[in-house]
């Protein structure tokens, strides 16, 4: 009897626990509600297979040290079922896992589930077809998550779902049945009772209960569709991406926080960064098309998990002030008066208190306005937060962060690169160049995307059979011309290669034209096309063509005179990827890996694979592999491939000199760098890539470089500077290192920016060299109080003083 009763009291505990540890999850006109208390809710997009199983925890952990409250990210949907109703959650796919990662941490997670998310990702993914296998996809997420108790409801993080993404940008191409679908996502969605708020982000239109929310670089106007909708903004641009032979973006920590605090000046009360941590491309992930194996983004943590400053601390900074703000924000009052010339001041106020925004969105003068029987001054382009409605505490445009300027450092565990020893083999071109074979036929030629997209690559091979009485004959010179729609394609004629042509970015449909010389009877043409990741987003995206999907001709002509023998509806064989991609020559376990040479190595030859063997760099430092002097192809490290490179695609000119003004509306093409430099000369390799011995490294050179050059370095903080306001405290850290020694320092009306600062026309009474070696050298982090106490008096007059340093890792 008395072991009956401990069982029944743990049973009776068991339920309690499960009931007590459930959320519930709701919202009002204000904000979403857990357990009926409105939140500030400060979230950032992390995508799991853009990193590693083994960054996970690092990555989250740092997004919690910044203050965010979630992780979201996308599901996707051709990573996890690349062939109908097979599913792969395995490695870095593993959903579940990084879901309780998060949770792990106690942050809550936003899941959008889509199942079409665009972000930049391969074929971004309305028929009934396609209709079917969504609910099936969105089904099979909902049920195991709901498996593993992983919504919030069931005790889980889960707080937020999303369906569709960004379908309102683009429904009005479809008419009457984009509005069917949308409704029809909706219904679908609610039927499958998650017991959290589903999302429709840029969906104005978004039918009851589902909440609109806003993506942009800015969202402070943006109103929900229904006012017992909160103001959401599921997506704020830290960056932009980056495509082959463009210029590398940033944007400015003091312009993304200003679009922040401007947001929840104006009643947002969830915002989520897109990216927090952007990431990599791996393997042929990246779409686009065009879009680099980098996804950094200019995130908050870049691309290898590094804290990206001042970016990070600052909104860090912003974000303990936002918190601390958080029942007034979802309960005050709210008063706005307008001082003109784009100047607004912003009250919430309850019984209790109250906490005010005063905003300055003129984007080149500064305002110095009187609120509430105190004078204030608000640079342009900023907002100033008062937490009490007195004392500015914040503001957007003074980073009282540190600056890192991150370095690549030569791998010290050798002599690289000379001690890479290389070997090589040629991609074996017979089957296709020489004889035509392949996998299938057809008498037109079709969309590459169509055929398999289970490679980059598709050969269109055909023959034409020229009699000696054939017209094409009279004429002066032939040529072949190819209408080609993307990307990249290599031409031979009779096992001669005649040529190559790619696209430039936004631009992916040309004509390819060669001198040929053919033969009386059968000539055999092989058209290789390579795409670079397909078509994401846009109405009907799905039905754009990739490949060689116009005509292809011989062309001949005399005088003004010309013969065309069209030759595309002959019938054309096709043939998936290549040899070595297909007997797995980057596999250590492939039995087709062998026969490798290592006298000769070729450079700038076309179609070869070179393999050497590296030592993992020391330390945990991330690692970067240096492929300066390739020109495009495929990098594995031990198997994995770490995506496309492509080194020998320049950005185009048209940066400029002039130092970037964080003032005015940001777009992709404000503040960029790079120009003239190749578009991607470094590339992640995850250090659970590699093994502490020997490591592999295997390259496919589509267009012919020398790999002579190529180097593993490691990426760290290389100098740490701060430009720092009076009354705040620095932060300096070498994030993990230690800091070596102080370059410069300066209190009181220094100039410059880091790398350049010089002393200004008055100094703090104390050496403050002298001040920052004995506090900061040989620590890893250190706190510095920027004060006329830490510093003595700089008789600087009404000047706000700062402090200026310059240390080094």
Same mark, same amino acid.
């Given at each position: 009897m008395e072991f009956n009763r401990?069982?029944? +009291?743990?049973?009776l505990f068991t339920v309690f626990f499960c009931v007590s540890s459930a959320t519930e999850i709701s919202h009002d006109g204000r904000a979403i509600t857990i357990d009926g208390q409105r939140r500030v809710l400060l979230s950032g997009s992390i995508h799991y297979p853009r990193s590693t199983a083994q960054m996970w925890p690092d990555l989250i952990r740092k997004a919690k040290e910044g203050g965010l409250d979630a992780i979201e990210t996308y599901v996707f949907w051709n990573l996890h079922e690349p062939v109908r109703r097979q599913y792969d959650f395995s490695?870095?796919?593993?959903?579940?896992?990084?879901?309780?990662t998060i949770q792990d941490e106690g942050l809550y997670s936003v899941l959008r589930i889509g199942p079409y998310i665009c972000g930049e990702w391969n074929y971004g993914t309305a028929n009934d077809v396609f209709m079917n296998e969504m609910k099936n996809f969105t089904s099979l997420i909902v049920n195991m998550v709901k498996k593993e108790k992983l919504f919030a409801t069931q005790g889980g993080p889960i707080i937020i779902t999303q369906i569709e993404n960004e379908y309102g940008n683009v429904i009005s191409s479809y008419g009457d049945a984009g509005k069917a679908y949308r409704d029809w996502c909706a219904n679908m969605a609610e039927s499958l009772n998650v017991g959290v708020p589903w999302i429709m982000c840029q969906e104005s239109d978004a039918p009851q209960p589902i909440i609109n929310t806003c993506n942009g670089w800015y969202c402070d106007q943006f109103t929900p569709n229904n006012p017992n909708s909160p103001k959401m903004w599921t997506e704020n641009w830290t960056g932009w991406f980056k495509s082959w032979g463009t210029k590398d973006p940033h944007r400015t920590a003091e312009d993304v926080a200003y679009a922040v605090a401007r947001f929840f000046q104006t009643g947002g009360t969830f915002q989520n960064y897109y990216m927090y941590h952007g990431g990599t491309n791996f393997g042929r992930t990246a779409g686009g098309p065009y879009i680099t194996t980098t996804y950094d983004y200019d995130a908050p943590l870049?691309?290898?998990? +590094?804290? +990206?400053?001042?970016?990070w601390g600052h909104l860090k900074q912003l974000h303990e002030v936002l918190k601390s703000m958080e029942f007034v924000l979802t309960h005050g009052n709210v008063n706005t008066t307008d001082y003109g010339n784009s100047v607004t001041a912003t009250?919430?106020?309850?019984?209790?208190?109250?906490?005010?925004?005063l905003s300055n969105a003129n984007t080149s003068t500064d305002a110095t306005i009187t609120f509430q029987g105190n004078q204030y001054s608000i640079p342009a382009w900023s907002v100033s937060i008062l937490p009490d409605c007195n004392a500015e505490v914040f503001n957007t445009a003074k980073v009282n962060t540190q600056t890192s300027v991150m370095e690549k450092i030569p791998n010290k565990a050798e002599e690289e690169p000379v001690s890479l020893n290389w070997v090589w083999r040629p991609e074996n071109l017979d089957d296709t160049v020489l004889l035509g074979k392949g996998h299938l036929s057809a008498n037109q030629l079709i969309d590459q995307k169509a055929v398999n997209d289970a490679s980059d690559y598709l050969w269109y091979m055909t023959s034409v059979n020229l009699k000696e009485d054939d017209p094409i004959w009279a004429t002066d010179n032939m040529t072949l011309r190819v209408n080609v729609s993307g990307h990249v394609l290599h031409a031979y004629v009779n096992g001669k290669y005649i040529g190559s042509e790619w696209a430039k970015y936004g631009v992916y449909s040309y004509v390819f034209e060669q001198n040929v010389n053919l033969k009386h009877g059968k000539n055999l043409i092989s058209l290789l096309s390579a795409t670079v990741g397909f078509k994401n987003y846009g109405p009907h995206f799905d039905m754009i063509e990739s490949g060689i999907t116009g005509s292809v001709a011989l062309v001949g002509r005399k005088d003004d005179e010309q013969i065309i023998k069209d030759l595309s509806a002959h019938k054309w064989t096709y043939k998936v990827g290549l040899q070595g991609l297909e007997h797995k020559y980057y596999s250590l376990d492939s039995a087709f890996a062998t026969k490798w040479v290592a006298k000769e190595l070729p450079i700038n030859r076309m179609m070869t694979w070179y393999k050497t063997t590296f030592k993992a760099p020391l330390g945990t430092d991330p690692v970067a592999v240096d492929l300066q002097g390739l020109g495009k192809g495929f990098a594995w490290v031990n198997g994995n491939n770490i995506g496309r490179y492509w080194p020998s695609f320049n950005a185009e000119d048209g940066c400029s000199t002039d130092a970037c003004d964080y003032r005015g509306p940001y777009d992709d093409s404000k503040c960029v760098t790079n120009c003239g430099h190749p578009t991607q000369r470094w590339y992640h390799v995850p250090r659970s890539f590699m093994n502490e011995g020997i490591n592999t490294l295997v390259l496919f050179e589509e267009f012919g470089g020398n790999p002579s050059l190529v180097n593993f370095q490691t990426v760290r903080p290389g100098?740490?500077?701060?430009?720092?306001?009076?009354? +705040?405290?620095?932060?300096?850290?070498?994030?993990?290192?230690?800091?070596?020694?102080?370059?410069?320092?300066?209190?009181?009306?220094?100039?410059?920016t880091c790398g350049s600062f010089q002393k200004g026309t008055c100094e703090g009474a104390k050496d403050a060299l002298s001040v920052l070696h004995t506090e900061c050298v040989g620590k890893e982090t250190c706190l510095i109080d920027v004060s006329e106490e830490s510093f003595g008096s700089a008789?600087?007059?009404?000047?706000?003083?700062?402090?200026?340093?310059e240390a080094v890792c």
């Open positions: 401990v069982i029944v +009291n743990l049973l490695g870095n796919n593993d959903l579940i896992r990084f879901i309780k870049d691309e290898y998990g +590094n804290l +990206n400053q001042p970016k009250e919430y106020a309850t019984n209790q208190s109250s906490s005010c925004f100098t740490v500077c701060g430009n720092v306001y009076e009354k +705040n405290t620095l932060e300096l850290s070498c994030q993990g290192q230690p800091i070596s020694a102080i370059k410069f320092a300066s209190f009181g009306t220094p100039e410059g008789n600087c007059g009404d000047v706000v003083k700062r402090l200026a340093v």
